[in-house]
């Protein structure tokens, strides 16, 4: 196959199949190469190239001022990052795992998410800090964090999370090039899942979310590790009659109203599935503003489908603690059926 | 490789070998001092005497920098301003420190630097914008190369390694001055940032103003240390204790210490031994943790009278000369105090302008409900009365 061909196949090519971890790669690859001010350090990110593989290759190909493995400090490598993004530069730095990443908390949400705002806009902190997230894979304790809710109530952040090879192409070549600080969350447990698809980021925001799956009942509400089990709990409640609408947010921060109220005032159901914790999680946001914006439409109350409000469990125990297709399949049998007065939606 | 990137240093990230014995990484066991308490001069084989237009310069920024200082203490008296930790006593770290650096070279100061942040020439009232109640630093931290003055402890100490290093890889002869005190080099932030600093071999200097307190616990319970120049030798930067009251020692100490950043020669600790005459801020009270006789020690070592004695010795200055400088700082203190008096005109709307590059649908939605908050309070004619 040429180069070209590869750029640009036609319908009678196969579009190769790549991993999360592969695009997430090519997306470090293509900024580094079209962008000479960007940077990718953390730790074990050099000859390693990441305990998760991601940034494999990168500083043979770049060199070691470009892509570098740092001293073992979380606060250390985003302190850094913000001193360079003052400096002109656009550094992406990665956190080992999601719990790993709480010796950097001051850094984040005292100055990552504030400069711009405390200088009245004068200094901007392109700054991308890559955090693999999430349980799954049978992690220890401190590896398997659900964090995103940390980061989306602090005001000056963007937080991204894509669930799909492509997004996470699209999703981090927008974040490198995003003017604002960006948390981008990597569900590592779709680390290795595949889709064929070409990786391109033209067209793509940051800020948007999107239909996955039509249906008409009821709106599936997910993102990042959870897209997956959302799309089989559609496919299981077909066979059972149900038509349910998955929507991946992709931006938690900011959140787009305007796709999921849409989906909401169409199927008048939903709920929201994510691995963190219940309590003042993603969801309970989510919840709210389905209230505040589509009470009159709604047929039965947001539930959440949702982590136990327990420290994340041991290898042996997560599945009880993950959302699974039946615990989402049940709480679509609970949003009160049997109760529907269509008169009632009849004014949506 | 890239033209901007890495053409200027073979390895940002090899561990080079320092070449230096660990004796060399440690202080002096006695303040490195040019100039002592009764403004002679000492034979120092460490640290040369600044030229006489130096010290007049130490001098000169000296007067005005405590005159701003103490109208500044006053404005806040008088409610004019919200807070300010002042730096009196500190004047010859302050200033010394600033004066070293070169135009090129980035200052990051804590909140209580103000006076180091105007002598670097910088409109004292943009500086005080945040202590007057605003929201923002007031001040374009690019035109002086001066980063917003830091609340949180230590924090600006990992900016400053971040801005030192992007420096060295973009091939630009800069090197970073972060100011910190007694306090903050418990934090771990500190420790980072020197070994961060050590490893890259960035151009830092890291001036720690020791003034005796944080708040209000002294050093005797923040460090077991030898003193804190001593740290430096657990992360392979070479470090000086330098006496802080004495302007022509900091001046000299930063200067060399700039030049070796600017050389290739890394970071470098300074300690400088000073003592902080007022209360942490206007809302604390020091006689609760300190005696007045340590005060008074402190205040027979004043900073200012010592280059002062110095230069009238040596007829560098005379009365008239310093009567008419004093006039200068009046005159300053008048101007600052005409300035802050007059009311900061607040937008709310612009509390939601800068949060993002672009506004959020949600930050839009929130500004124009406040407005319209604001609008409907004013049409209210209860509210108004």
């Given amino acids: 196959m040429t180069a070209i061909a590869e750029r640009s196949p036609g319908p009678l090519m196969t579009t190769p199949e790549v991993t999360m971890a592969t695009a997430l790669n090519q997306a470090l690859a293509d900024a580094l190469t079209e962008d000479e001010t960007v940077l990718v350090f953390g730790e074990d990110v050099g000859p390693l190239g990441g305990v998760f593989r991601v940034t494999d290759g990168l500083a043979?190909?770049?060199?070691?001022?470009?892509?570098?493995?740092?001293?073992?400090?979380?606060?250390?490598?985003?302190?850094?990052?913000?001193?360079?993004?003052?400096?002109?530069?656009?550094?992406?730095?990665?956190?080992?795992?999601?719990?790993?990443?709480?010796?950097?908390?001051?850094?984040?949400?005292?100055?990552?998410?504030?400069?711009?705002?405390?200088?009245?806009?004068?200094?901007?902190?392109?700054?991308?800090?890559?955090?693999?997230?999430?349980?799954?894979?049978?992690?220890?304790?401190?590896?398997?964090?659900?964090?995103?809710?940390?980061?989306?109530?602090?005001?000056?952040?963007?937080?991204?999370?894509?669930?799909?090879?492509?997004?996470?192409?699209?999703?981090?070549?927008?974040?490198?090039?995003?003017?604002?600080?960006?948390?981008?969350?990597?569900?590592?447990?779709?680390?290795?899942?595949?889709?064929?698809?070409?990786?391109?980021?033209?067209?793509?925001?940051?800020?948007?979310?999107?239909?996955?799956?039509?249906?008409?009942?009821?709106?599936?509400?997910?993102?990042?590790?959870?897209?997956?089990?959302?799309?089989?709990?559609?496919?299981?409640?077909?066979?059972?009659?149900?038509?349910?609408?998955?929507?991946?947010?992709?931006?938690?921060?900011?959140?787009?109203?305007?796709?999921?109220?849409?989906?909401?005032?169409?199927?008048?159901?939903?709920?929201?599935?994510?691995?963190?914790?219940?309590?003042?999680?993603?969801?309970?946001?989510?919840?709210?503003?389905?209230?505040?914006?589509?009470?009159?439409?709604?047929?039965?109350?947001?539930?959440?489908?949702?982590?136990?409000?327990?420290?994340?469990?041991?290898?042996?125990?997560?599945?009880?603690?993950?959302?699974?297709?039946?615990?989402?399949?049940?709480?679509?049998?609970?949003?009160?059926?049997?109760?529907?007065?269509?008169?009632?939606?009849?004014?949506? | 490789m890239s033209p901007l990137i890495g053409a200027h240093v073979t390895s940002a990230t090899r561990v080079v070998p320092r070449g230096r014995k660990p004796q060399e990484l440690l202080p002096t066991g006695a303040p490195l001092t040019l100039v002592d308490a009764d403004g002679r001069a000492v034979p120092s084989a460490d640290l040369a005497m600044p030229g006489d237009e130096a010290l007049l310069a130490l001098h000169r920024k000296m007067v005005l920098a405590r005159r701003f200082d103490t109208q500044a203490t006053a404005l806040t008296r008088q409610g004019r301003l919200a807070v300010y930790p002042s730096a009196r006593g500190q004047e010859a770290s302050e200033v010394g420190a600033v004066l070293a650096l070169r135009p090129q070279d980035w200052l990051f100061p804590?909140?209580?630097?103000?006076?180091?942040?105007?002598?670097?020439?910088?409109?004292?009232?943009?500086?005080?914008?945040?202590?007057?109640?605003?929201?923002?630093?007031?001040?374009?931290?690019?035109?002086?190369?001066?980063?917003?003055?830091?609340?949180?402890?230590?924090?600006?100490?990992?900016?400053?390694?971040?801005?030192?290093?992007a420096a060295k890889l973009k091939g630009e002869d800069t090197v970073a001055l972060v100011m910190l005190g007694d306090g903050a080099t418990s934090e771990g932030d500190t420790h980072a940032a020197l070994n961060f600093a050590a490893v890259w071999r960035a151009p830092v200097v890291f001036f720690v103003q020791n003034n005796g307190y944080a708040i209000s616990v002294p050093l005797s319970k923040q460090t077991a240390a030898p003193s804190l120049a001593h740290k430096g030798i657990g992360y392979g930067v070479p470090a000086m204790l330098v006496d802080g009251n004495d302007a022509a020692a900091v001046y000299a100490a930063v200067r060399g210490a700039v030049a070796s950043g600017a050389e290739g020669g890394g970071p470098t600790l300074i300690e400088a031994l000073t003592y902080r005459i007022e209360a942490h801020t206007n809302a604390d009270d020091a006689t609760r943790y300190r005696g007045q006789a340590e005060v008074d020690g402190w205040l027979a070592r004043d900073p200012l009278a010592r280059i002062r004695k110095h230069l009238i010795a040596r007829g560098l200055l005379d009365e008239p000369a310093v009567a008419a400088l004093e006039a200068e700082a009046e005159a300053e203190a008048a101007a600052l105090r005409q300035r802050v008096n007059a009311d900061i005109a607040h937008d709310p709307a612009d509390l939601f302008r800068h949060v993002y590059a672009e506004q959020t649908p949600d930050l839009r939605w929130q500004q124009q409900e406040l407005s319209a908050e604001l609008a409907a309070a004013a049409d209210d004619p209860e509210a108004a009365r």
């Fill in chain 2, 110 to 165: 804590t909140y209580r630097d103000t006076m180091a942040v105007v002598c670097r020439g910088l409109d004292p009232v943009e500086v005080l914008s945040l202590l007057r109640g605003d929201w923002h630093c007031g001040y374009d931290p690019y035109e002086y190369r001066v980063a917003p003055q830091c609340t949180p402890l230590a924090t600006n100490t990992l900016h400053a390694v971040g801005v030192a290093h």
């Fill in chain 1, 60 to 348: 043979a190909r770049f060199g070691d001022t470009r892509v570098f493995d740092t001293p073992l400090a979380e606060s250390g490598i985003v302190g850094t990052a913000i001193g360079m993004a003052m400096n002109g530069l656009r550094p992406v730095v990665e956190m080992q795992f999601d719990a790993f990443a709480y010796p950097a908390f001051e850094q984040i949400t005292s100055h990552l998410a504030k400069l711009r705002n405390r200088t009245r806009g004068r200094v901007a902190l392109p700054v991308v800090i890559r955090i693999p997230y999430g349980g799954g894979i049978g992690g220890v304790e401190h590896h398997c964090d659900s964090s995103e809710a940390y980061y989306a109530h602090t005001p000056g952040l963007r937080v991204v999370t894509p669930a799909t090879p492509g997004d996470a192409y699209a999703l981090l070549r927008q974040a490198i090039e995003c003017p604002d600080p960006v948390i981008f969350l990597e569900p590592k447990r779709r680390y290795w899942s595949k889709q064929a698809t070409v990786l391109d980021h033209v067209g793509t925001t940051l800020d948007r979310a999107i239909v996955r799956r039509p249906g008409s009942d009821v709106t599936l509400i997910a993102y990042g590790g959870t897209l997956g089990t959302a799309l089989e709990a559609a496919d299981a409640a077909e066979e059972e009659g149900r038509s349910l609408e998955v929507i991946d947010l992709r931006s938690l921060s900011p959140f787009d109203d305007e796709t999921v109220t849409a989906s909401v005032r169409r199927t008048g159901r939903a709920i929201v599935v994510h691995e963190a914790s219940r309590f003042c999680g993603y969801g309970a946001e989510v919840a709210a503003r389905l209230s505040e914006q589509c009470f009159h439409y709604l047929e039965a109350p947001v539930l959440r489908v949702a982590g136990f409000d327990i420290p994340y469990p041991p290898p042996h125990l997560e599945e009880y603690h993950l959302p699974s297709v039946d615990r989402i399949l049940d709480a679509v049998d609970r949003l009160q059926w049997q109760e529907t007065r269509p008169a009632v939606k009849a004014g949506g």
